[in-house]
Structure formats: structure tokens, C-alpha cells
């Protein structure tokens, strides 16, 4: 499929796909014309890529996790994947329970506040 389809049917840009292609994400064979053509299984790559990114992931990172896909298209736990994810979710963890202290101080300094009163 060329990559307007591509773009239709997974619901992102073409400049997207472009820039996936570029970064290693996604590969593309080259007719004669110059034109991109891609696998049928290209929609389900770029839905897995999509995907990854809303988890927070970098694309380099995505690759690596791309790049271990088994021949159906389900995704394998590449050798240190699992560590790296594990650390980013420690990460995330720590800054949920920083903002949720930050929250906290937040409403407490709001509720020690008298409102100040309209003048007459």
C-alpha cells in the first residue's frame, strides 16, 4: 500500500510515517517511481508504535521493541527491555507520588488562607 493509504487507514499524518520511517520504525520498499510501499502488516506496526509513544516511551526505545516482533506481529521482551520498562515505571511512580505531595501542600497552604473580603 502506498503511504496516503497507510496514513488513512492508520489515522496518522504522513509526515509521521515519514519520520517513523526515518528513525527506523517503520520500513518501506521504493518502487521504481520513488513511491513507498508498504507491507499490509504496516497498519498494525504503526498502531503498535502509536501506542508505545503514549506510554511515554522514546523512539529509540521503541525500536529495540519493534525491532524483537515475533512473525505474527505480537511483540517478545527483547533482552533488557524488561529492565528498562521496569525503570520507567519507577520513574513515573516517583513523579506521581511527587505531584501527589505537591497537591497536598498545595491544599493544605489553600485551606490555612482566610479569603479576603469584598469591599462595601
Keep these: ?18 519520520y517513523y520511517e526515518r528513525v527506523g520504525l517503520l520500513s518501506a520498499q521504493r518502487r521504481s517511481n520513488g513511491y513507498r510501499e508498504y507491507d499490509e502488516d504496516a497498519e498494525q506496526v504503526v498502531g503498535k508504535i502509536r501506542m508505545l509513544l503514549d506510554a511515554g516511551l522514546p523512539t529509540r526505545l521503541i525500536r529495540h521493541i519493534i525491532g524483537c516482533a515475533n512473525p505474527d506481529g505480537s511483540l517478545t521482551a527483547c533482552p533488557g527491555v524488561l529492565d528498562t520498562l521496569r525503570s520507567r515505571l519507577s520513574d513515573l511512580d516517583r513523579q506521581a507520588a511527587d505531584l501527589a505531595s505537591t497537591r497536598a501542600l498545595l491544599v493544605q497552604t489553600m485551606d490555612t488562607l482566610t479569603p479576603q473580603r469584598e469591599p462595601a
Design 1 to 18: 500500500m502506498l503511504i496516503g493509504e497507510l496514513a488513512r487507514r492508520s489515522g496518522t499524518s504522513v509526515r509521521l510515517l515519514r
